[in-house]
C-alpha cells in the first residue's frame, strides 16, 4: 500500500522570504570545522532523501528548534531563544507551502500549521514554555504519526 502524501515538493511560487537574521554567536560556532563537516553531512542527507523523509525530518526540525527556544529561555538567552523560535516558524512555513491542496487532507494540515506557527509566535514575545510545550506536542504527534504512516 502506497502512502498518499499531501506534500508537494516543487519550489514554492511568489516572492522569496528574507532570509532570518542570524544572530552573532550562531555566527561564531558556524565558523568552525565541525559545523562544516555536519552541514556537508546534513546536506547530501536531504539531497539523497526521498519526499517522505524530508518531511519527517522536518517535522524533527521543528521539535530540535522547539526544545533549543526552550533551553534558551530557562537561560534568559533571548536572543539565541528568538533565533530558535524562528527556525522553528520558518519550518513550519515550508510544510504549510509545500501542502498539495488537491489532496484533501492539506487542509487540516494547513490549519494546524497556521495555528502552531501562531503558538510559536505567542511563546516568542511571551518567551513562555508552557505555549513551546503546546507546539511540542503537536509535532511530537505529527512526527509520530508520519513515521508510522511511512511503514505502511
Avoid: C, H
Amino acid at each position: 500500500m502506497t502512502m498518499l502524501n499531501p506534500y508537494n515538493y516543487s519550489r514554492p511560487k511568489g516572492p522569496m522570504k528574507a532570509p532570518v537574521k542570524v544572530p552573532a554567536k550562531t555566527q561564531q560556532r558556524a565558523q568552525s570545522s565541525n559545523t562544516n563537516k555536519a552541514d556537508t553531512y546534513l546536506e547530501q542527507k536531504v539531497m539523497s532523501a526521498k519526499p517522505e523523509e524530508l518531511t519527517l525530518m522536518l517535522y524533527e526540525g521543528i521539535i530540535k528548534f522547539v526544545k533549543q527556544a526552550k533551553f534558551f529561555n530557562d537561560k534568559k538567552d533571548m536572543e539565541q531563544s528568538n533565533y530558535a523560535n524562528l527556525r522553528a516558524q520558518a519550518i513550519i512555513q515550508e510544510l504549510r507551502a509545500t501542502l498539495d491542496m488537491s489532496v484533501e487532507i492539506s487542509g487540516n494540515f494547513e490549519s494546524l500549521y497556521i495555528f502552531m506557527n501562531e503558538r510559536l509566535v505567542d511563546a516568542n514575545m511571551k518567551k513562555d514554555n508552557t505555549i513551546l510545550d503546546e507546539v511540542l506536542d503537536l509535532a511530537t504527534e505529527f512526527r509520530d504519526a508520519w513515521k508510522q504512516a511511512m511503514k505502511l
